[in-house]
């Protein structure tokens, strides 16, 4: 084996670091600001939005079937092929039952992904025709995710309607008996009548009669291959087979080449006199609104540095986003959560705010002896609607050396590998900072914490699964803090080889091996002729590449609390007239003061309205963390009064104390002076 060339003292990138862009390009991309993997009015399915999916859903004459997606997931981009097929495969079928999609990785749609309650993507949901109330539908629960599996489920969901609720526009699915048919031979008809005879278990006689609702002059029905001598008077000797009846009275057999949906369909819709339904039905306003045409500026960046703005914008989009779609933390994911906000309170290498935000979230965690925690309770902490002075998180996305070609691509995932990078180098980096923590002599502990993060909250179910058979596989040998920092490395190269050429990838950004040579060149040697890593080298360079010293701000949004100018805050008043003082200034200590005492009542609120009266026990761990915060507020506030203030105020108690012990004294002498005098010259 090659012997490890001595290790720099400190890692330098020793090339002139490449952009990890093209020079000065201005990418105008036209990006939908509601779709991102789907075009409103260019694919043939319905690009629903906060504004207009409830009113889409809500009593509808078609049922529905929405796939709850994330721009920034990956499989939702390699599904997006598969489900854009399908819609284009069901479009006739929409006046029955239609097909959605709402991007969950849009800041707009947060909200609403949230009360639909959707936790990973993609999601799919069935909604019932003419639902009346707001439900968050029915969970699609297919085998699997294939095109004719979700196509057969959507028949099955449209037959589970009661009559009543079934879809206008949807003919009875259920097959008609021979008797009914030999009626029909008796009738004269206007139109056509096609029989699809099949199998109980075929879904062909569905589909086709699916694909004719919006034709007229022609109605599909289907029977079921029981009723032998019946098929055999037809000339049916095999199923599926079509049966033609034609309104001059003629009938016979479809002569199709293959017993298949799309040849039975195709004939019957070239039949002469049958066509395409001119009026559309009354379906939900469709708000395929024009797109956006929205401009984004190529953001210039170093791929040899790290970006605050991607750090930044990851935790903005874990704790505001990803982490809102749960409604209460309890048991295993609340434990995960006080863990991670935990690390990262200790171990983030981010800007003042940041670090205080995290670390007042850690404090009030570890004061609330709760086993079930509100998510909107954490919500408030993060936006800082106690308005402590100093904290701040942004609230705006901002890709820099996460940035994709195209909106879809990179982003959030990116910035959560980098997030975990950057910790488990922290920890290796400063070996004592989780003392205290119950956290601390566990090398492990990141890739653990990482772990749980990954299996409980991150958005990618598909994406969990496998980082979690290889952390079943080696995690739990990663014996050193140095260790943890190259296990992580090499998992995320794993990751990057599987994915390398997948339809997830940005053709900008080809997976690779990394580092690569060009910024880590003396991470690579090669033995024998065969490439190897040098591990000391990919140490050295992980553990420089992720310290606060090679973090650049560049981009990182101003840290001005724009949560104080919100709309509809009560204290709005109050706040502008705050944010005008510097930070620190006696009234805003006071405010802080208020705000966290405050804070108490809001918490109690939240807890109430969400899990219903709170025992005494709660109410005070909930007071007695307030009153924490509080105590630490009045101590800073006790800074205002300087030691000689404090120490006149005493000077000044003492003075007047023996002042008036001395006019006391100085009174009882005289009148008892007095009474001696004018006693004895009574007597
Ligand atoms: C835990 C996890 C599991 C995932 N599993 C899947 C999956 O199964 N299928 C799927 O489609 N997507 C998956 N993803 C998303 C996927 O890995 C990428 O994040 C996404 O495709 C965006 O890729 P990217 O080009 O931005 O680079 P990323 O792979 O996201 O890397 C981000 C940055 O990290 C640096 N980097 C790259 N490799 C390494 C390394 N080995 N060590 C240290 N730093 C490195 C580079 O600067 C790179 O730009 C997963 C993400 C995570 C966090």
Known sequence: MARPRPAPRRWRPNMAAGSGGPAAVLLVL???????????????????????????????????????????????????????????????WESAIRLGVLDCGEEENYQTCKEYGIHYYPTFRFFKAFTKQFTTGENYKGADRELQTVRQMMIDFLQNHSQELRPPACPPLDPVPSSDITSLFDKSNHHYTAIVFESNNSYVGREVLLDLIQYENIVVKRA???????????????????????????????????????????????????????????LPVQENKEES??????????????YMADLESGLHYLLRVELATHKTLEGAELKTFKDFVTVCAKLFPGRQSVVKLLETLQEWLVSLPLDKIPYDAILDLVNNKMRISGIFLTKKVQWVGCQGSRPELRGYTCSLWKLFHTLTVQAALQPKALINTGLEDNPQIVLQVMRRYIQHFFGCKACAEHFEEMAKESMDSVQTLDKAVLWLWEKHNVVNNRLAGALTEDPKFPKVQWPTPDICPTCHEEIKGLHSWNEAQVLQFMKYHYSSENILYKYAESQTDSSETEQGDTREGKDKSLQKKPSGSRENKIQDEENVLGSESKVLDKLIANHGPVKDSDKSAVRSATLKEAKQAVSFLGIGFSNIDMSLCVILYVASSLFLMIMYFFFRMRSKRWKVKYYRSSV
């Open 30 to 92: 036209l990006a939908a600001a509601a779709a991102r993997l789907y075009r409103a009015g260019q694919d043939p399915l319905t690009v629903l939005t906060a504004g207009s999916v409830r009113r889409a859903l809500l009593n509808s004459s078609a049922a529905w079937l929405v796939q709850f997606y994330s721009s920034s997931c990956g499989h939702c981009t390699a599904f997006a092929p598969t489900w854009r097929a399908l819609a284009g495969d069901v479009k006739d």
């Open 224 to 282: 079921l291959n029981f009723d032998k001598p019946f098929l055999e008077k037809l000339g049916i000797t095999s199923v599926p087979s079509c049966y033609l009846m034609h309104p001059n009275g003629s009938h016979g057999l479809i002569n199709s080449l293959k017993p298949l949906r799309s040849f039975f369909s195709s004939y019957l819709k070239s039949l002469p006199g049958v066509r395409k339904k001119l009026l559309p039905l009354q």
């Open 293 to 306: 045409t929205e401009t984004k500026v190529w953001k210039e960046f170093d791929k040899a540095k790290l």
